[in-house]
């Protein structure tokens, strides 16, 4: 089945965008990035996405994060739908933040398995589902979620993740609770000792008690 896994590296492809033709490493330059594709250009819930996105264009490269969208429409298409995103956030004079790639054959959505079987267009063929793909500055996939086409993402739980993703891997012996936001306390992996945490984590280590007795629940605060 075609598509990506964590891990993989993400392929190198070659595109046509709103801002020419680019080779996606190249793009990307050893910087964190996120890949979001949409069904259709010129449709209600993309544009409320898009301009989601752009509003939020700054805090995405304060993170060191670069944006690139994907749709199956023509560069054409998307430069003309790029100034109704901007014109729903009422920021019509301005340039889309962020390019959009053109996949007019679904070769690269195909490739990277984003087609959505269930939503047909009008010649009958299948159109992107609203796929997240966050790659890291070593160009391998560190996190992809795929949701339908009639479902629109919440792009603050996007940056929450990429937070999250930025965290663990600068600090390799902690990982994320359900609902972690930053600045919340961390937990220590489950092979981290005891010893190792005192040392690792000056701030101390607390353990949450349960019925088990086992001591696997150890939070610090970074």
Same mark, same amino acid.
């Given at each position: 089945m075609p598509g990506i896994l964590l891990g %993989?590296?993400?392929?190198?492809?070659?595109?046509?965008?709103t801002i020419g033709r680019i080779k996606f490493h190249d793009f990307l330059n050893k910087s964190w990035?996120?890949?979001f594709s949409h069904p259709k250009d010129f449709t209600p819930v993309c544009t409320t996405e898009l301009a989601c996105a752009a509003s939020l264009s700054d805090k995405f490269a304060k993170r060191g994060v670069?944006?690139?969208?994907?749709?199956? %429409?023509?560069?054409?298409?998307?430069?003309?739908?790029?100034k109704d995103v901007m014109a729903f956030n009422s920021q019509a004079s301005s340039p889309l933040p962020f390019p959009i790639i053109a996949d007019e054959k679904r070769q690269?959505?195909?490739?990277?398995?984003?087609?959505?079987p269930d939503e047909i267009d009008?010649?009958?063929?299948?159109?992107?589902?609203?796929?997240?793909?966050?790659?890291?500055?070593?160009?391998? @996939?560190?996190l992809s979620i795929l949701y339908p086409?009639?479902?629109?993402?919440?792009? %603050?739980? @996007?940056?929450?993740?990429i937070d999250s993703l930025q965290l663990t891997a600068a600090q390799k012996k902690v990982a994320t609770p359900v609902n972690w936001k930053p600045g919340d306390k961390?937990?220590?992996?489950?092979?981290?000792?005891?010893?190792?945490?005192?040392t690792l984590f000056p701030n101390g280590v607390t353990n949450k008690e349960v019925p088990s007795g086992k001591k696997y629940l150890r939070y610090t605060q970074l």
């Amino acid at each position: 089945m075609p598509g990506i896994l964590l891990g %993989d590296e993400f392929p190198n492809f070659e595109a046509d965008t709103t801002i020419g033709r680019i080779k996606f490493h190249d793009f990307l330059n050893k910087s964190w990035g996120i890949l979001f594709s949409h069904p259709k250009d010129f449709t209600p819930v993309c544009t409320t996405e898009l301009a989601c996105a752009a509003s939020l264009s700054d805090k995405f490269a304060k993170r060191g994060v670069k944006m690139i969208a994907l749709s199956i %429409d023509s560069v054409e298409d998307h430069c003309g739908w790029s100034k109704d995103v901007m014109a729903f956030n009422s920021q019509a004079s301005s340039p889309l933040p962020f390019p959009i790639i053109a996949d007019e054959k679904r070769q690269l959505s195909t490739k990277l398995g984003m087609l959505d079987p269930d939503e047909i267009d009008g010649d009958g063929m299948p159109v992107t589902a609203r796929c997240v793909f966050v790659i890291g500055p070593d160009n391998r @996939l560190k996190l992809s979620i795929l949701y339908p086409a009639t479902t629109g993402r919440n792009f %603050d739980e @996007l940056l929450r993740v990429i937070d999250s993703l930025q965290l663990t891997a600068a600090q390799k012996k902690v990982a994320t609770p359900v609902n972690w936001k930053p600045g919340d306390k961390v937990m220590v992996l489950p092979n981290v000792s005891d010893a190792e945490a005192a040392t690792l984590f000056p701030n101390g280590v607390t353990n949450k008690e349960v019925p088990s007795g086992k001591k696997y629940l150890r939070y610090t605060q970074l």
